[in-house]
């Protein structure tokens, strides 16, 4: 079975903040602030703790683009989880 890596980064981040995306295409946008981005070079991006979520399942998005906004859960330090 092949491995495949995984990298988690946790930023505290001010809510609010934009985010901005990488080249891909959006395959996942909704419940509970999480967005889900299949980039153009076969790399996954998953995003957690949206405020706001600015993109539509199958949307193409490019490189700086805005996917949404930093939010925070449990009413915890804003922050997002980008995997």
């Known amino acids: 079975m092949r491995k495949i890596p ?3 980064l946790f930023l505290v ?3 609010g903040f934009p985010l901005p995306a990488s080249d ?3 395959i ?3 419940f509970n602030g999480i967005g889900s981005v299949f980039g153009a070079k ?3 991006y998953y995003y957690t703790h949206l405020q706001r979520i600015e ?3 199958l949307w193409r998005v490019n490189r700086g683009d805005i996917i949404g906004t930093v939010g925070n859960a449990q009413g915890k330090t804003p922050h997002w989880r980008f995997v």
């Open 6 to 8: 995984l990298i988690l």
């Open 13 to 15: 981040i001010a809510a």
């Open 55 to 57: 993109t539509r399942v």
């Open 24 to 26: 891909g295409v959006v």
């Open 28 to 30: 996942y946008s909704g």
């Open 42 to 44: 076969g790399f996954f």
